[in-house]
């Protein structure tokens, strides 16, 4: 599987951004945001299961950013809403056999895309 991150940007506090993950190969994996910031760990953002009907939020996010996946696309995305100068970061999508929040769990990572928000 390899994934293919995009969407990322340079935006204004309160502003909305979405992100893209395309896969190749078909796989019923899980599928997760993960974002990185300088000098920091690579922290979950948003994980969703194969099928789409389960979801796990990092609190820092909850009701502000939405994970969703179109399995015909074999697409995920990131909807990230209300935006905060603390959400600049590296933006990773990654696949695994499991939904998990932890990053180990995650076999297979995009390239990440930078998400820079300004206040």
């Known amino acids: 599987v390899q994934l293919q991150a995009s969407g990322g940007g340079l935006v204004q506090a309160g502003d909305s951004l979405r992100l893209s993950c395309a896969a190749s190969g078909r796989s019923r994996s899980a599928r997760g945001w993960f974002r990185q910031a300088p000098g920091k760990e690579r922290n979950v953002v948003a994980v969703?299961?194969?099928?789409?009907?389960?979801?796990y939020y990092a609190d820092s996010v909850k009701g502000r950013f939405t994970i969703s996946r179109d399995g015909a696309k074999n697409m995920v995305y990131l909807q990230m809403n209300s935006l905060k100068p603390e959400d600049t970061a590296v933006y990773y999508c990654?696949?695994?056999?499991?939904?998990?929040?932890?990053?180990?769990?995650?076999?297979?990572w995009g390239q990440g895309t930078q998400v820079t928000v300004s206040s």
């Open positions: 969703i299961n194969w099928s789409g009907g389960s979801t």
């Open positions: 990654a696949a695994g056999p499991t939904m998990s929040a932890s990053p180990e769990s995650y076999n297979y």
